[in-house]
């Protein structure tokens, strides 16, 4: 079975940086996709960051990019996303995501983390 485990929220002030880490488990990591999510209080979730199977294809929100980079480690079943120039804004629950394909999929998740609490103070 599949599990997921984010680590790496925290408080941090504006203009501050986190890494936050996904840690993989349960199937073949190099074959799925994976992605971050984020969920404000009142909002709905959405899409933040996707990477293939290899690693060598990504995609941004558009309210990330630039500031946020997605990676993955294969050989240690994870996956971070870099997170620089934090806003207040960017306050959510960041979840990741495994996909059901290799490639790059900004909806398309059959399994989700618990979530970490990103929060980043003015």
């Known amino acids: 079975q599949v599990q997921l485990l984010e680590s790496g929220g925290g408080l941090v002030q504006a203009g501050g940086s986190l890494r936050l880490s996904c840690a993989a488990s349960?199937?073949?990591?190099?074959?799925?996709?994976m992605g971050w999510f984020r969920q404000a209080p009142g909002k709905e979730r959405e899409f933040v960051a996707t990477?293939?199977?290899?690693?060598?294809?990504?995609v941004y929100a558009d309210s990330i990019k630039g500031r946020f980079t997605i990676s993955r480690d294969n050989a240690k079943n994870t996956v971070y996303l870099q997170m620089n120039s934090l806003k207040p804004e960017d306050t959510a629950v960041y979840y990741c995501?495994?996909?059901?394909?290799?490639?790059?999929?900004?909806?398309?998740?059959?399994?989700w983390g618990q979530g970490t609490q990103v929060t980043v103070s003015s």
């Open positions: 990477i293939d199977g290899s690693g060598a294809n990504t």
């Open positions: 995501g495994q996909s059901r394909y290799e490639r790059i999929t900004r909806s398309v998740y059959d399994y």
């Open positions: 349960g199937r073949t990591f190099s074959t799925y996709a």
